[in-house]
């Protein structure tokens, strides 16, 4: 009678603690999950990152950004040196030689002749934009001499001289400025190349970032539904201390705990993967002390819903990574267009102007009986005011044709410069294909983004009330552990959608934005 009556204070015991004990926590996690799921995530810890902290980070950090910004200074740095080509050219030689020759002639004039000549060579060079090649020099000679026969000296020599060259069949301009048409048209394309890299940065960043956000929900879920767990498992494991419930019970409570324990450990590591994902964007890590950043945004619900037709055909038109592919096509027919005149024979219109100078020391020479001496003389300024003067002057004209047997080479050039320039084009189309399925797969994911929403919402409500109502059955021993931890499986995976819909809309904006080039309007702009 004792031990009937001790067993019978211990099952109530039991029951009690049942009631006050494991229903009660059990109860906590399924009344309010919301609130439950806040209390986690407020007791996370980590760094706090904004989304615009997280964007200007990006942009200032960003290797992607940097290198489109070094590609587009390099193009700036190759667009200043073809320019450079049509910039005046100065030049200037000197140069002095003294020898000493021995001779067996007379008329040499000495026995070892001994001369000292002085050269200088100045002007300018200058490449018109249409082919023409100009020159403008001047030439001067400085000569002294041991021979007894110089009528001068030192005896200046001054050589000025002007030419001109042509060419006919290069087409002018598109031969000329073929280097340089190019040069225009790759900073073109690399400047819109770097603009579109900074959207992308931005927009790869936001949805890393809201990649952060779901991956913290996903873990508050996850560690939810482990507490619900270990609140079904410990209420399992006192009903059958008093018979209530078979072993197997605990042994499915049991199992769906270690699941969502070995969920829980896969969770945190997708949470710790995302933020170091955030940090390889920003260039930053969590402060000290803190192993992950944290979001502390909310995303936005609400986007404008703009035609599907009118978004491809702003992108197609605007997108900037398109237009620097255009660019690049105009660049690739500028090479070709100027090989098309090159493949042609060489036909160069040449001419000149000259003017000369003489003047030196004029000296007595003794040949024979005679006494000889020059009438001319001069310093060296009455010389180049002969050649400025144009005291002796001369003229020239001529062609010049160059015909390569075959034409091999540049028709060679120009079939290969035409197939990089289809290769182009054809880059072009595939790139404007890919740009439309990308904004039709992120327009649809805009589109029913609401619904999407809205549904999992209800899903999520849905699964609750399940939970609810099987843990009213649990505790009034209708519901198995087996069949509640199923229940609580389900309201864990509604959970889950539940988060993916939240960001997925808000991705799919950030990606359209960036495929259009900042068209498709940010939320801040709404």
């Not at 009660?24 to 980590?46: F, K, M, R, Y």
């Not at 090479?335 to 003047?359: E, H, I, R």
């Not at 060679?412 to 990308?438: F, M, T």
């Amino acid at each position: 009678m004792i031990k009937d009556f001790r067993f019978l204070v211990t099952v109530c015991s039991i029951l009690v603690t049942i009631a006050c004990t494991g229903g009660n926590s059990l109860a906590q996690t399924i009344v309010n999950p919301d609130s439950a799921l806040q209390t986690i995530l407020i007791n996370l810890e980590g760094t706090s990152l904004s989304l615009s902290q997280a964007q200007q980070y990006a942009l200032e950090n960003s290797t992607s950004v940097k290198q489109a910004e070094a590609v587009y200074l390099a193009s700036l740095g190759t667009l200043r040196r073809e320019r450079g080509t049509f910039d005046p050219e100065f030049f200037l030689s000197f140069n002095y030689e003294d020898q000493k020759i021995p001779s067996a002639s007379f008329f040499a004039g000495a026995p070892v002749l001994s001369t000292q000549q002085t050269e200088t060579k100045t002007g300018l060079r200058l490449n018109l934009p249409i082919g023409t090649k100009l020159e403008l020099s001047l030439n001067s000679t400085k000569l002294k001499t041991n021979s007894q026969f110089a009528f001068l000296n030192p005896e200046y020599d001054a050589f000025g001289f002007i030419s001109l060259r042509q060419p006919l069949l290069s087409g002018f301009t598109s031969s000329a400025r073929r280097d340089l048409n190019q040069a225009e048209l790759i900073v073109e394309s690399s400047k819109a190349q770097y603009d579109q890299e900074v959207l992308r940065a931005n927009s790869k960043i936001e949805q890393a970032y809201w990649n952060l956000y779901m991956a913290e929900r996903n873990y508050a879920v996850q560690k939810l539904t482990l507490e619900r767990a270990e609140a079904v498992l410990k209420v399992a494991q006192l009903r059958e201390k008093v018979g209530l419930v078979g072993p197997n019970q605990v042994a499915n409570a049991r199992t769906f705990w270690a699941q969502q324990k070995l969920l829980l450990i896969d969770r945190d590591e997708q949470l710790d993967a995302q933020s170091d994902q955030v940090a390889v964007l920003t260039g930053r890590r969590p402060e000290k002390g803190n192993s992950k950043f944290l979001t502390v945004d909310e995303p936005p619900s609400n986007f404008p819903i703009v035609p599907l037709e009118e978004l491809i055909e702003q992108t197609l038109n605007s997108n900037l990574e398109i237009q620097a592919a255009q660019k690049n096509i105009e660049a690739a027919n500028v090479l070709v267009d100027a090989a098309t005149w090159q493949a042609l024979p060489q036909v160069d219109f040449v001419g000149g102007l000259t003017s000369s100078g003489l003047g030196g020391t004029s000296q007595n020479v003794i040949f024979g009986g005679d006494t000889l001496r020059s009438s001319t003389s001069g310093s060296i300024g009455d010389v180049l005011s002969q050649v400025f003067k144009r005291k002796f002057s001369g003229w020239s004209v001529g062609v010049e044709i160059s015909l390569p047997i075959g034409l091999r080479k540049g028709l060679g050039e120009k079939d290969r410069l035409e197939a990089g320039s289809l290769n182009a084009k054809q880059g072009y189309i595939e790139l404007s294909r890919l740009l439309e399925q990308q904004v039709r797969t992120s327009y649809r994911e805009l589109l029913h983004g609401n619904e999407r929403l809205k549904a999992s919402r209800d899903g999520v409500d849905a699964a609750q009330e399940q939970v609810r109502i099987g843990m009213i059955e649990f505790q009034n021993r209708r519901l198995s552990a087996f069949e509640l931890v199923r229940l609580s499986e389900d309201f864990a995976v509604a959970q889950l959608r539940y988060s993916d819909a939240l960001v997925k809309t808000v991705k799919a904006a950030a990606e359209l934005k960036q495929l259009t080039s900042g068209y498709y309007p940010s939320r801040e702009l709404q």
